[in-house]
């Protein structure tokens, strides 16, 4: 009888440390946001981009047969990946009717949507970390297909590389604390208008959105920064959330080390870039974003913004820079704080 009792002490014992091993993520000495941050890579960004970006899809104008084209594309990404839908089943689309898109304008845009993905947290699912960047272009002008690989295609597969890496933290068991949303917006370049919808039909409501990180033309260079490509602008990051801002640097220093331009920031930057894409939408509402950016070229809104000229290297390092952010708030013990309403 006593031996049956020490076994079965034996047995309690190696369980419970089993199960605390477990507890603890079995290997304390790996970053796991360095891991799968590592699966964002060029070769997969090409990948998409040379697809989403192709004649095939006709310049993505909102509405129209190319941009269905690219909504289906990101479908199926997700569907393959195991990435769940929001809407539940098999329903990716926030659907967005031509009545919407038009009112109070003179054009006569179609029906659209924007297409949505989600990864729910382990432990704080009601709070929501947007990704987002816009799926549409300006389509075919001239006879000419404007196949916007800067615009917003590197944002585009950016987001679908960033969700991937979160999906596999997911199968290893590592899901994220906070929800993730995955959000590609359409009809940016008519004024905004698929984050528009969004911010006020959310799938989630917006008080329990913790923050918005836009990625709208990631993959190339602007005259500013021929001598030193290493960059990406950063806009807003410190307009609402000074942790968000002090959160994106530590990132930044600790993995990507790339150089953070804050010249658009400005308030009285001319450009007014922080009110141009859709994380303005979200700021409006007091949820804290960072929109990512490499500035303009003299491929801007022309039929030679194609994949061929993306630097897919510095592609990579922006995605995984966003990544680490993204990762950093879904796992951080509290939301981040807005102290600047």
């Given at each position: 009888?006593?031996?049956?009792?020490?076994?079965?002490?034996?047995?309690?014992?190696?369980?419970?440390?089993?199960?605390?091993?477990?507890?603890?993520n079995i290997d304390l000495n790996v970053d796991y946001a360095e891991k799968y941050a590592a699966s964002i890579t060029e070769k997969d960004l090409a990948k998409h981009l040379f697809i989403y970006a192709s004649d095939e899809f006709e310049g993505r104008e909102t509405g129209e047969?190319?941009?269905?084209?690219?909504?289906?594309?990101?479908?199926?990404?997700?569907?393959?990946?195991?990435?769940?839908?929001?809407?539940?089943?098999?329903?990716?689309?926030?659907?967005?009717?031509?009545?919407?898109?038009?009112?109070?304008?003179?054009?006569?845009?179609?029906?659209?949507?924007?297409?949505?993905?989600?990864?729910?947290?382990?432990?704080?699912?009601?709070?929501?970390?947007?990704?987002?960047?816009?799926?549409?272009?300006?389509?075919?002008?001239?006879?000419?297909?404007?196949?916007?690989?800067?615009?917003?295609?590197?944002?585009?597969?950016?987001?679908?590389?960033?969700?991937?890496?979160?999906?596999?933290?997911?199968?290893?068991?590592?899901?994220?604390?906070?929800?993730?949303?995955?959000?590609?917006?359409?009809?940016?370049?008519?004024?905004?208008?698929?984050?528009?919808?969004?911010?006020?039909?959310?799938?989630?409501?917006?008080?329990?959105?913790?923050?918005?990180?836009?990625?709208?033309?990631?993959?190339?260079?602007?005259?500013?920064?021929?001598?030193?490509?290493?960059?990406?602008?950063?806009?807003?990051?410190?307009?609402?959330?000074?942790?968000?801002?002090?959160?994106?640097?530590?990132?930044?220093?600790?993995?990507?080390?790339?150089?953070?331009?804050?010249?658009?920031?400005?308030?009285?930057?001319?450009?007014?870039?922080?009110?141009?894409?859709?994380?303005?939408?979200?700021?409006?509402?007091?949820?804290?974003?960072?929109?990512?950016?490499?500035?303009?070229?003299?491929?801007?809104?022309?039929?030679?913004?194609?994949?061929?000229?993306?630097?897919?290297?510095?592609?990579?390092?922006?995605?995984?820079?966003?990544?680490?952010?993204?990762?950093?708030?879904?796992?951080?013990?509290?939301?981040?704080?807005?102290?600047?309403?």
């Open positions: 009888m006593k031996k049956l009792i020490l076994s079965a002490s034996i047995f309690a014992l190696l369980a419970s440390c089993s199960s605390s091993k477990n507890a603890s047969p190319g941009q269905k084209k690219s909504a289906a594309y990101l479908k199926k990404f997700y569907v393959d990946q195991g990435i769940s839908s929001p809407l539940g089943g098999d329903d990716y689309f926030q659907e967005i009717p031509a009545s919407f898109l038009n009112q109070g304008r003179s054009s006569d845009l179609k029906d659209s949507e924007n297409v949505v993905a989600f990864i729910k947290g382990s432990e704080r699912p009601d709070e929501v970390i947007i990704v987002s960047a816009h799926l549409d272009h300006i389509g075919i002008t001239g006879g000419k297909i404007n196949n916007g690989a800067d615009d917003d295609g590197s944002g585009t597969v950016a987001v679908l590389e960033i969700a991937e890496a979160f999906q596999k933290a997911v199968k290893d068991g590592k899901r994220p604390k906070r929800s993730v949303l995955f959000l590609h917006v359409t009809a940016e370049e008519k004024g905004l208008l698929g984050s528009s919808f969004y911010v006020q039909n959310p799938i989630f409501p917006i008080a329990n959105t913790v923050a918005d990180l836009n990625i709208d033309m990631v993959g190339r260079i602007d005259d500013r920064h021929t001598n030193n490509r290493n960059y990406v602008y950063l806009i807003g990051a410190d307009k609402l959330s000074t942790e968000l801002h002090e959160l994106s640097e530590a990132m930044n220093a600790k993995y990507t080390k790339i150089d953070l331009d804050y010249k658009y920031n400005d308030e009285s930057d001319p450009n007014r870039f922080y009110y141009r894409s859709d994380h303005y939408n979200f700021a409006k509402y007091n949820v804290p974003i960072i929109f990512y950016f490499n500035g303009t070229h003299a491929d801007y809104h022309k039929d030679t913004d194609t994949p061929d000229k993306i630097n897919y290297d510095l592609l990579q390092n922006r995605a995984r820079l966003i990544f680490h952010t993204a990762w950093e708030i879904a796992n951080r013990e509290n939301r981040l704080i807005v102290d600047k309403p």
